[in-house]
Every structure is written in C-alpha cells, then in structure tokens.
C-alpha cells in the first residue's frame, strides 16, 4: 500500500512561515503528482495547491502569488509547502495525495474526495498569538 507522511505542523504566530514535508514510502515521487488539501475545524477539506511530475505549480487559493508554494525535491522523495506569511485563517489540518502521472506538465489534483493513489494522515497547523 502506497503510503505518504506529513510532518511540519505545528504552532506559528500570526505574519510567521511554516514548511510542512510530504515524504513517500513504498514509491518514488518522481511519476507522481502531489496536491496539498487542508480542513479547517468544521469547514470541508479544500484543496491548497498541487504540484506536477515536471514541476509546474497550480495554486488554487485566492492567496498572493508565493504565499502558498509547493516544491518537490525528487532525489529525497519528498515534496514541501511552503506557506508565508500565515494567518489564523490558515488554521488546519493540511495533508497532501498523490496521483501516478509520469512526465505531467499539469497537476489535476483538486477533488477533496480524490481518488488517488495515496493520501497522508495530516499535520496540524495552528496559527494563533
């Protein structure tokens, strides 16, 4: 079973930056799209911004452009968001899914209810003072 981790989360103030990691077990990251979602406490899950085999960005809030940036580092198996200037709006649990698409200049991830290949368990993230 095809398996993906997130780490990262945790308590950040108001204006700070946290980079949350999506690592990958029992598969290489290299074939597949990665799609960040996140869930509020009492919201759905939305989907965040996704990131494609080649490396092209789509980002799906309406946030300024960098605020929310997803980067892949192929050779660690790893994929990152990096989120800027966080608010306590961006308060949640974000977790990212992974779609099998070698060579894909176009990330589809977007549906919350996916299905995709794998999914991680979630971190939290608090932005509070």
């Known amino acids: 079973q095809l398996q993906l981790v997130e780490s990262g989360g945790g308590l950040v103030q108001p204006g700070g930056s946290l980079r949350l990691s999506c690592g990958a077990t029992r598969f290489t990251v290299d074939d597949y799209d990665i799609g960040w979602f996140r869930q509020a406490p009492g919201k759905e899950r939305e989907a965040v911004s996704c990131?494609?085999?080649?490396?092209?960005?789509?980002n799906y809030l309406q946030t300024p452009l960098g605020r929310f940036a997803p980067s892949r580092d192929n050779a660690k198996n790893m994929v990152y968001l990096l989120m800027n200037d966080l608010k306590p709006e961006d308060t949640a649990v974000y977790s990212c899914?992974?779609?099998?698409?070698?060579?894909?200049?176009?990330?589809?991830?977007?549906?919350?209810?996916?299905?995709?290949?794998?999914w991680g368990q979630g971190t939290q993230v608090t932005v509070s003072e």
């Open positions: 899914a992974a779609e099998r698409r070698p060579n894909s200049n176009f990330c589809r991830i977007r549906n919350p209810e996916g299905p995709y290949d794998a």
């Open positions: 990131i494609s085999t080649r490396g092209r960005i789509t």
